[in-house]
């Protein structure tokens, strides 16, 4: 990976995404609560920084699963089961370990990405959001989704590989060194400190 750019901590958000309960199930145990902690500690970095926390969640309601039209394959599957990724059931709602603070946004989507079917741009763009760091599970879904997105916004995007994670660890590593890096920055978190500038 080579160094990527600084940038202005101000006009920066982390998006913390999909860090629920019933998403992180996905993942061994050991490795779910190492990415939380990792993500915590992103959290922190970019509060005392003095960025943005933006908490994007996956949660569908009756009337959200009947608006999945049968052509979109892959959410339609998720959608057809009515105990699944409930909007009001706990484990839709993010990790308590990774609990939004208030003034934190947060948005609920019923697709993978993170824009398509909430106002997360219009929200950022009103506090003169222009840069996004991604973390999240998983990363062939909401992460994927959400980078390429971004960068077709005009967002500086920036990639956190080891606060990301997927179940298929080959596609997360083909994501990651491959695919990821042509649309963002892609680092660690102990660097996210070195990145962010007051």
Not at 175 to 186: C, I
């Amino acid at each position: 990976m080579t160094t990527p750019p600084t940038a202005d901590a101000r006009t920066t958000a982390l998006l913390v995404m999909d860090l629920q309960p019933s998403v992180l199930a996905a993942l061994p145990d050991t490795e779910a609560d190492a990415l939380v902690e990792r993500v915590a500690d992103a959290v922190a970095t970019v509060r005392a920084a003095g960025g943005t926390v933006g908490y994007v969640r996956v949660g569908l309601t009756d009337a959200d699963r009947a608006a999945v039209p049968a052509a979109n394959t892959s959410f339609s599957r998720l959608a057809a089961d009515p105990g699944r990724l409930r909007a009001d059931a706990p484990d839709t709602a993010v990790d308590a370990r990774l609990a939004p603070l208030p003034g934190d946004i947060q948005v609920r989507k019923t697709r993978y990405g993170a824009f398509s079917t909430t106002d997360l741009d219009a929200r950022l763009r009103e506090r003169g959001i222009t840069t996004l760091v991604l973390a999240g599970v998983s990363t062939s879904g909401v992460v994927l989704s959400t980078a390429l997105d971004a960068a077709d916004r005009d967002y500086g995007v920036y990639v956190l590989s080891d606060a990301v994670a997927d179940a298929r660890t080959a596609v997360h590593r083909t994501l990651v060194a491959d695919v990821l890096p042509t649309r963002a920055h892609v680092l660690g978190t102990a660097a996210l400190r070195d990145v962010l500038t007051p």
